[in-house]
């Protein structure tokens, strides 16, 4: 059994910055791929940012330039460093990571608002 454990969410205000953590713990043998998507009320769910296992990443048009996406192989730790948030970016924020399946964090909420 995998589970993820998502922190960093909160209220921040326009142009501030959040960091979020997502750690996995269980059976896992080796992660191929960690990465962050969000979900916008009344919207579908959407890719963020991935990692893979050699560092290779991918964001978001988005957020390019804004957010940024690491990784500790050594925890099993994922991180999502959001700087400069806008109020299109309050979301619920989703961790997951692939491994032989794919698992999924329990989702924490970035409000930004003023």
């Known amino acids: 059994q995998v589970q993820l454990v998502e922190s960093g969410g909160g209220l921040v205000q326009p142009g501030g910055s959040l960091r979020l953590s997502c750690a996995a713990s269980g059976s896992i043998v080796s992660i191929t791929r960690m990465g962050w998507y969000r979900q916008a009320a009344g919207k579908q769910r959407e890719s963020v940012a991935t990692?893979?296992?050699?560092?290779?990443?991918n964001y978001a048009d988005s957020v390019k330039g804004r957010f940024t996406i690491s990784r500790d192989n050594a925890k099993n730790t994922v991180y999502l460093q959001m700087n400069s948030l806008k109020s299109e970016d309050t979301a619920v924020y989703y961790c997951?990571?692939?491994?032989?399946?794919?698992?999924w964090g329990q989702g924490t909420q970035v409000t930004v608002s003023s």
């Open positions: 990692i893979t296992s050699d560092g290779s990443t």
């Open positions: 997951t990571i692939t491994t032989k399946f794919r698992y």
